[in-house]
């Protein structure tokens, strides 16, 4: 197994992700693959399936960027920039979530850990109304 095409294949199929393709995770992610987030820890294809059909559910235009790929033995570490509008806020602000992926791959080059990183009170608990402002002053407060 080529574990940089692995994942270089994994950057290119996240960052021409659509709600047809997910349907094509299983070329990329072993059965029982494990996915975990900030919001969701779950076990096997279909469950990982469903958080990004979510994903297309609660999120007008999302889109990953990846900008980083770091590649050791049979895991992969990517940092990414996670674009989307709110369908239920201000649909015509842009917002970006900044944050990074650990994978491991098994012998065939399939994913079999996905763990994401990234900071859900900064990247997205701030920029909600009335949350956002209830956030930024904890954080202000934590700070002095």
């Known amino acids: ?9 994994l950057a290119t199929f996240f960052e021409t992700l659509t709600p047809q393709s997910i349907s094509r995770l299983g070329e990329i992610y072993a059965a029982e ?5 900030p919001f969701n820890e779950v076990q096997g294809l279909s469950a990982i399936e469903d958080i990004f059909r979510h994903m297309y559910v609660a999120l007008e235009k999302p889109h990953f960027v990846v900008t980083q790929q770091v590649v050791d033995g049979q895991q992969a570490f990517l940092t990414w920039e996670f674009r989307f509008h709110f369908k239920r806020f201000d649909t ?18 399939w994913v079999t850990l996905h763990r994401d990183y990234w900071d859900a009170a900064e990247e997205l608990y701030e920029k909600l109304p009335v949350v956002g402002g209830l956030m930024r002053w904890l954080k202000k407060r934590a700070n002095t």
């Open 1 to 9: 197994m080529d574990t940089r095409q692995a994942t270089q294949n």
């Open 33 to 37: 693959a494990s996915f975990k987030d």
């Open 92 to 109: 015509h602000t842009l917002q970006a979530v900044r944050g990074a992926s650990h994978v491991v791959f098994n012998a065939q080059g």
